[in-house]
């Protein structure tokens, strides 16, 4: 499996761009491509595909974590791209314009064969938990439920190898003391100590960073 991040605050690859925000593309050969949020403006996510040839029409699911700006911003943009995609939004989320399949989302769900949603938890928000040979890789678009409310959810799916997103203010570090590969990307408030404390499993994010997980 692959995962590229197509919109972070910092870069990676030199001629993207950064900007406030989180995306990435999940990627693997037995499943639909997937575009996990937009980031907040619709102009950047779509010259970062370009420059890392992503084309639009080769995505067939968008996850929509929540509901902020900077994760859904950039989602009309992308429709009027590929207006053919389903759209799985938390059910708090408002309709999205343009979409022409908008699954809502309560209750944990399976989006595709091995990719499940943890549902809306606390209201706001929904991580993804993809089953691979290593167990279960978690993406996370703020973590507002709380990282370890994430990961327990995500457990019903197997046991989290990974956890890739934005983190928030989360310092309860023991919590991901059992990851195998931690990259803290977007709003996560704490990178140098998670770095600091876990330096064989943290991998540093950036729009155009790409992450594979067998």
Known sequence: MKITLTYDNEVHTKG????????????????????????ANGSILLHNM????????????????????DHIGGLSRFLEKNSEVKVYIP????QPLLAKEVIRVTDPVEICTGVFSTGELK????????????????IAGCSHPGVENILNSASQFGK????IG????????DVIKDLDLVCPCHCT???????SLYPEKYV???????IEIE
């Open 16 to 39: 993207l761009k950064s900007d406030w925000g989180f995306s990435c593309l999940i990627e693997r050969e037995d499943m639909p491509g997937i575009l996990f949020d937009t980031g």
């Open 50 to 69: 370009d420059k890392l040839t992503i084309d639009p029409l080769s995505i067939d699911i968008v996850v929509i974590s929540h509901a902020h700006w």
């Open 91 to 94: 059910a708090s989320c408002p």
């Open 123 to 138: 209201g706001i928000e929904q991580s993804l938990a993809i089953k691979t040979e290593k167990d279960i890789t978690v």
């Open 160 to 163: 989290p190898y990974a956890l």
């Open 166 to 173: 934005g983190l928030h203010g989360f310092n309860q570090f």
């Open 189 to 195: 408030q704490y990178k140098p100590e998670i770095r």
């Open 204 to 210: 540093s994010g950036g729009a155009g960073r790409i």
